[in-house]
C-alpha cells in the first residue's frame, strides 16, 4: 500500500505495535465501512447546500461521527491572512468558537496553523506529549481533554483556503484509510468553501442588478417564454397599481382579469403584440390614466432566447402637451379648410370653363393650381386626422369583419393608378382561413391604402407590386411587397416618424407629406396589430401588419 507523506506524524506507538496485522480486522472494516458512509454524507451535503457554513457543519458532523471523533473543525483565514479561527466544528461548544474568533491561532503554529502554512497534513498520536506543543498550552489542551490530532489544509487550485482538524478522546494512530478520507473530506470542504464563494459574490452582484433595476425611473417587467411574470419592479407597481407578489409567477388568462380594471391594464399590456426594440403607447383605464410607452426587449442567455422584457415610460406629461400642440394644429387646419375649399370651387368653375372659355395657357395654369390645391387639401386632412390621433379622438368602432374583402376593395381601388405606372399589380387571396378579426373598416382602410398608395408611388414604372397573406403562430399577416426604391439604411429608424422623408423618396417622387405612415401605424396599433417593415435599397420593400388571431375557445 502506498503510503501518503506523513512526515509531520509524531505517533507514540512503536514499529512493532503498527504491524500488529497484515489483514484488516472486522472491527476495521466495520469502521473503514462507516467512513465510507460518512464520505456519501458529505458529499451529498455539498451538492445540496449552498451555505457554507452549513456545508462544513454537515461534514464535519458526518466525519466526526463516523470516526467516533472528539471533535471535528474548520478553520477559516482572518482578513488579515495572517491567523485562522474555527468557523464550522462539531462536537465543540459555542464558546470555543466565539473564543477562537476572539484569539485567532497565528499561521504556522499549532497543528492547524502548521497545516495551512506548509500546505501539508500535520498529525500527532498524544498532542498531549508531543514536543511540537508549546508547554503554556498544555493546560488548555488538557482541559479539552484530547489526544490524537490531524490537522490538513483545504486547498483548492494549490491554494490553501483554510484548515480542518481532528481530534481524538485518546491516543490514536492514524492509518492510511484514515488519512485518505480525511483528505478527501478536506478537498470536499475547499470545493464547498469555493463554491460557496463564487455563490455569495454572485447573490451579491444579482442584489447589486436588482437594486438597480429596482431603483430605474421606467417600469420594469420580464416574462419567461410561456409569458409568465419572473420580474415586476417598484415602477411598475407604481404606473399599473398592482404588488409584484399578486403577478409574480402567474401567466393570466383574460377571463381572470375582467373583473379588475388594474389587472386588466396589465393584461392588455402584456398581451400588446410588439415587434423587439420598437415602442408602443398605452393609455391605463381606471381613476389614475397613464399613458405609457411600451418596449419590448428580448432577454437571451448565451445560447437562445430565454424570456422577455418590457420597460414602461411614463410619458403622460409629454403626450398632455402633444394634446396642446394637436389642438392648435386642428383649429388651424379647420380654418385652412373652408378657403382651401372655396379656392378649389372657384379653380373647378375656371377648369370647366363656367366663367369663359380658357385659352390652352390659362388652362395649363388652372390646372396646375387645382392639383396644388389638391395636395394643399390632402395635406390639411391628413392634419385633422393627425390631431384627432394624437387627442385620442380618432373614435373606433370594432366588428368582426374580412380583412381579406376589406384589402381586395382596396386593391380594385388601386388597380387603375398601377395601371397608369405599368405596374405588375397582383392581389393573392390566401390558401387558409382566416377566421372575421374585430377590425374597424374605415379605419383600416385608410391604413392599408396608405400602404398601397406608397408602394405605387414608390416603385418605378414597369414594377411588380403584390399583396398577399401570410399564416404565422399566433398572428396573421397582411403584407404589401414592392420591387421599388427601399429604404436606406441610415433612415429605417425614422420611418412612420411624423413628417419624415427618406431623402431617396424626395428624390424619386416629390409630392409627399410624410406623414401616411404615421397615421397608419397609428390606426394599426389601435387594432392591437404591428407594422413592420422589412427593405433593401433599390430592390424593394415589404410592409407588413400582424394582426393578433383570435384564441381558440
Ligand atoms: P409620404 O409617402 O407622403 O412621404 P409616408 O408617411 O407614407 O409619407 O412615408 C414616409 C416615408 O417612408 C416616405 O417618404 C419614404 O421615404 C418611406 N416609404 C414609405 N413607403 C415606402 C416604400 N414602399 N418604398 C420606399 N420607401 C417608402
Redesign the pocket.
Known amino acids: 500500500m502506498k503510503k501518503l507523506p506523513l512526515e509531520n506524524l509524531t505517533t507514540t506507538l512503536d514499529q512493532k505495535e503498527r504491524q500488529t496485522t497484515k489483514y484488516i480486522s472486522q472491527q476495521k472494516y466495520n469502521a473503514q465501512k462507516r467512513m465510507l458512509s460518512a464520505l456519501k454524507k458529505t458529499s451529498e451535503a455539498l451538492a445540496l447546500a449552498t451555505d457554507a457554513k452549513l456545508i462544513l457543519e454537515k461534514i464535519a458532523t458526518a466525519l466526526g461521527k463516523s470516526l467516533g471523533a472528539k471533535y471535528v473543525n474548520f478553520w477559516e483565514f482572518t482578513p488579515d491572512k495572517k491567523g485562522l479561527f474555527i468557523t464550522a466544528a462539531y462536537g465543540m461548544q459555542r464558546q470555543y468558537l466565539v473564543q477562537s474568533k476572539k484569539h485567532p491561532i497565528t499561521l504556522g503554529t499549532a497543528w492547524v496553523g502548521r497545516a495551512v502554512a506548509t500546505k501539508k497534513v500535520w498529525a500527532t498520536s498524544d498532542v498531549q506529549t508531543d514536543p511540537k506543543l508549546p508547554s503554556s498550552w498544555l493546560p488548555a489542551v488538557k482541559k479539552q481533554a484530547y489526544h490524537g490530532v490531524l490537522c490538513l489544509p483545504l486547498m483548492k487550485k494549490g491554494e490553501a483556503l483554510g484548515g480542518m482538524c481532528i481530534y481524538y478522546k485518546q491516543i490514536h494512530e492514524f492509518d492510511y484509510f484514515e488519512m485518505a478520507l480525511a483528505t478527501i473530506t478536506a478537498n470536499q470542504a475547499a470545493t464547498a468553501m469555493a463554491n460557496a464563494k463564487l455563490f455569495s459574490e454572485l447573490l451579491a452582484e444579482k442584489n447589486k442588478t436588482i437594486a438597480t433595476i429596482q431603483s430605474l425611473k421606467d417600469g420594469l417587467i420580464i416574462y419567461d417564454l410561456g409569458g409568465k411574470v419572473m420580474f415586476f419592479n417598484h415602477r411598475a407597481e407604481e404606473y399599473l397599481w398592482l404588488r409584484a407578489k399578486d403577478v409574480i409567477g402567474k401567466n393570466f388568462a383574460e377571463k381572470d382579469t375582467e373583473q379588475n380594471v388594474y389587472l386588466k391594464n396589465f393584461y392588455n399590456i402584456s398581451k400588446i403584440v410588439q415587434t423587439e426594440y420598437s415602442s408602443k403607447e398605452f393609455t391605463t383605464d381606471g381613476p389614475q390614466k397613464l399613458v405609457l410607452e411600451i418596449t419590448q426587449v428580448p432577454i437571451n442567455d448565451q445560447y437562445q432566447k430565454i424570456g422577455v422584457m418590457q420597460i414602461l415610460r411614463d410619458i403622460t406629461k409629454e403626450k398632455d402637451l402633444e394634446i396642446m400642440k394637436s389642438g392648435f394644429v386642428a383649429t388651424a387646419s379647420h380654418q385652412l379648410r373652408t378657403p382651401l375649399s372655396g379656392t378649389k370651387w372657384a379653380l373647378d368653375l375656371l377648369a370647366r370653363g363656367d366663367a369663359g372659355e380658357l385659352n390652352e395657357e390659362q388652362k395649363s395654369i388652372v390646372n396646375k393650381l387645382l392639383t396644388s390645391n389638391q395636395a394643399l387639401i390632402n395635406l390639411v386632412n391628413d392634419l385633422l386626422d393627425i390631431s384627432r390621433i394624437d387627442e385620442g379622438k380618432f373614435g373606433y368602432e370594432f366588428v368582426a369583419s374580412d380583412l381579406i374583402k376589406l384589402a381586395q376593395q382596396l386593391y380594385e381601388q388601386t388597380k387603375n393608378d398601377a395601371a397608369r405606372k405599368n405596374l405588375n399589380y397582383i392581389f393573392m387571396p390566401p390558401d387558409f382561413k382566416l377566421p372575421p378579426l374585430k377590425l374597424d373598416p374605415a379605419k383600416l382602410a385608410i391604413a392599408i391604402r396608405?400602404?398601397l398608395?406608397?408602394?405605387i408611388?414608390?416603385?418605378p414604372d414597369k414594377g411588380k407590386v403584390t399583396i398577399y397573406f401570410r399564416l404565422e403562430e399566433k398572428t396573421a399577416a397582411l403584407l404589401?411587397q414592392?420591387t421599388?426604391?427601399?429604404?436606406p439604411e441610415k433612415?429605417r429608424k425614422f420611418?412612420?416618424v411624423k413628417f419624415?422623408?427618406?431623402p431617396?423618396?424626395?428624390k424619386f417622387?416629390t409630392?409627399?407629406?410624410?406623414?401616411?405612415?404615421?397615421?397608419?401605424k397609428s390606426i394599426i396599433e389601435k387594432h392591437n396589430a404591428a407594422l413592420d417593415?422589412e427593405?433593401e435599397e433599390k430592390i424593394?420593400?415589404t410592409?407588413i401588419i400582424r394582426f393578433v388571431l383570435p384564441e381558440k375557445k
Open positions: 396608405n400602404l398608395d406608397n408602394a408611388k414608390y416603385t404589401v414592392d421599388g426604391i427601399g429604404i433612415d420611418i412612420s419624415f422623408r427618406a431617396n423618396a424626395i417622387q409630392e409627399g407629406s410624410g406623414l401616411g405612415l404615421y397615421i397608419a417593415f427593405t424593394g420593400s410592409f
